[in-house]
């Protein structure tokens, strides 16, 4: 125990005299800094809601690299997903949270044993907990320069996004559909959502929270619960952090805020209006239009591109915070979805977090050390999975 808490004491330390000090606020479509000057956000995802509710990779490389990687290679922000399971049960030792997720998947000694791998890799791990991993991977970012929007991509720990996990919509919205919403609970929700906006508090690079991953209604619920149950989560952000952004998706899997062009978000009322940013999602097989960019933009306009105009209700700064493909080798559908909305997000001059960071997971979907196609780093997380990704998003580096 000692020795972790030399490690961290050393890496805060660190963090604090060479990180800068980061508060954020919005005007009109811009994120600002505190002398006024803009700030483009260009970010990665970095998953950390899975079963063992520790940031991914930790099994394949020490810390050090991974956030080295990061901010050597020109992202200064890492969305950074956690759970409320975690969220909920700060103190849990790393070693129990890998036994209870081989316990819960069945993978038995096989995920075990991963721990025992990050444990060499990250000696740390051994009397680490998760909140403590969550602060030495903030910390090592920060003392690189690199920003971190926390989100909260589910409730119940695990691998996201369907209509079945539990965890797509409010348990107490109407129209409750246990599929759909066994696993989200209001008010663990918003506990949780305050208990890591305190926490990031702490941290200089802790700039933003975003509320919740990927919302989706099904049949029988009612998108209208939206505004609630939103206004609810950004609250408790708010007052938990009044520095933090907080940063805010749509419906149908983050594809869609066009509703708020017919009814506004009262973030006056909630005193957020100088914190809110949005967010949105979108992937080749978002829609038919994705390898079509005359089609294509039309959407990305209407479903979040038209938050930008100045001087509207719903005005403010807006982050693709998800999009994707496969780096082994992408289809010619995804080359030309990829070539259509780079240009998009070019001309609008939005910021954005490619989904995803991680070469693996230690387990997704019932597998062990599962290999992740989309993600920008190696299965073993050592370098560039597909170095052309740079090339890429040319402009959008700048």
Known sequence: MLRFLTHLSLLLTLFTSLSLCQTLHTSDRYILNSRNQRVRLRCVNWAGHGETNIPEGLHAQPLSHITSWIASNGFNCVRLTYSIDMALNPHEPVYQSFNNAADET???KNLTDLFKKAAVKNPWLLVATTRSTYAAVIASLGARGVMVVLD??????????????????????????EANSRNFAVQDWVNGLSAMA?????????????????????????????????????????????EG???????????????????????????????TVWEFHTYSWSNSQTANCSGYAPILDSAAG???ESNKPYTGPLILSEFGWAQ???????????????????????????????????????RVDYDETFG???????????????????????
Do not use: M
């Not at 952004?245 to 957020?272: M, P, S, T």
């Not at 240009?343 to 230690?362: F, R």
């Open 152 to 177: 909260n991509h589910n409730s119940k720990a695990g691998w996201c996004c369907s209509t079945t996990d539990g965890n797509g919509w409010w348990k107490e919205a109407s129209g409750y559909v």
């Open 328 to 366: 082994d080798g992408p289809t010619q559908v995804e080359q030309a979805y990829y070539d259509c909305l780079v240009g998009w997000v070019e001309e609008k001059d939005v910021g954005w977090a490619y989904w995803a960071l991680q070469g693996s997971y230690y387990t997704r979907e019932g």
């Open 106 to 108: 069945g993978l038995g």
């Open 306 to 308: 038209f938050l930008l």
């Open 376 to 398: 920008l780093l190696s299965r073993d997380w050592k370098d560039w999975r597909n170095e052309s990704f740079v090339d890429v998003l040319g402009g959008l580096w700048t």
């Open 245 to 275: 952004l907080v940063v805010i998706g749509g419906i149908n899997y983050a594809l869609d805020l066009g509703f708020l062009r017919e009814k506004n978000f009262d973030r006056q009322r909630l005193g957020i209006e100088k914190k």
């Open 198 to 242: 305190k926490f990031g508090k702490t941290f200089p690079n802790v700039v933003g929270y975003s509320l919740r991953n990927e919302l989706r209604a099904v049949q029988g619920q009612n998108n209208a619960d939206w505004y609630e149950f939103v206004a609810k989560g950004a609250l408790a952000v708010h007052q938990a952090d009044p």
